[in-house]
């Protein structure tokens, strides 16, 4: 039998999740920006609560990250950032916050999402900008960046979206931490 050609098929990338963690809200209020997620990983189709607390993240001093999706994804994307974010303040100033680490990742998502091996991840994006303004961004699988006073992602989009939508005020500095 003659192995020399042997056909193995399309090759795929990340296209099948296997390890996937769920939900991430953030939310700007009068002082700054609260972020929660849950600690559930799914591992194929079964739920195993096994305490995943690494998904939210200081990335800077003035800027927080929390992700869902495929954990393999969001450790890569995370070791990226970080690396980023350390060869920035090894320069001596720090020229990234929460604007220039979402426009980044943005990039990134969109980049891997055209070569067919994409980030399966929801990302909130939050902190101080450089003039004191407070930020909320989400940046999807696609590299889609969105700005708003609240973000949900995974399965808290679909029950907690509409709750804010009907709850939380058009101005988001009348929102104390305690409410």
């Not at 929460?98 to 902190?127: A, C, Q």
């Not at 909320?136 to 973000?151: E, H, I, K």
Request: glycine share 8%; hydrophobic share 35%.
């Amino acid at each position: 039998m003659n192995f020399a050609h042997v056909e193995k098929g399309p090759i795929t990338h990340t296209t099948d999740p296997v390890y996937m963690v769920s939900s991430v809200v953030g939310m700007k209020y009068k002082d700054g920006i609260i972020m929660a997620g849950d600690t559930n990983l799914s591992v194929g189709t079964s739920i195993r609560l096994m305490t995943v607390t690494d998904r939210i993240q200081h990335m800077t001093p003035r800027t927080i990250m929390g992700f869902s999706g495929e954990y393999s994804d969001f450790q890569e994307s995370s070791r990226d950032l970080k690396e980023l974010v350390l060869s920035d303040s090894i320069q001596g100033t720090t020229y990234l916050g929460p604007k220039e680490l979402t426009h980044y990742l943005s990039s990134v998502h969109y980049y891997k999402r055209n070569n067919m091996d994409p980030y399966l991840n929801s990302v909130v994006i939050g902190g101080y900008d450089f003039n004191g303004d407070l930020l909320l961004n989400n940046v999807d699988a696609f590299g889609t960046l969105l700005q708003n006073n609240y973000f949900t992602t995974s399965y808290s989009h679909y029950f907690c979206n509409a709750i804010f939508a009907a709850e939380y005020p058009a101005d988001y500095t009348t929102v104390t931490k305690e409410k």
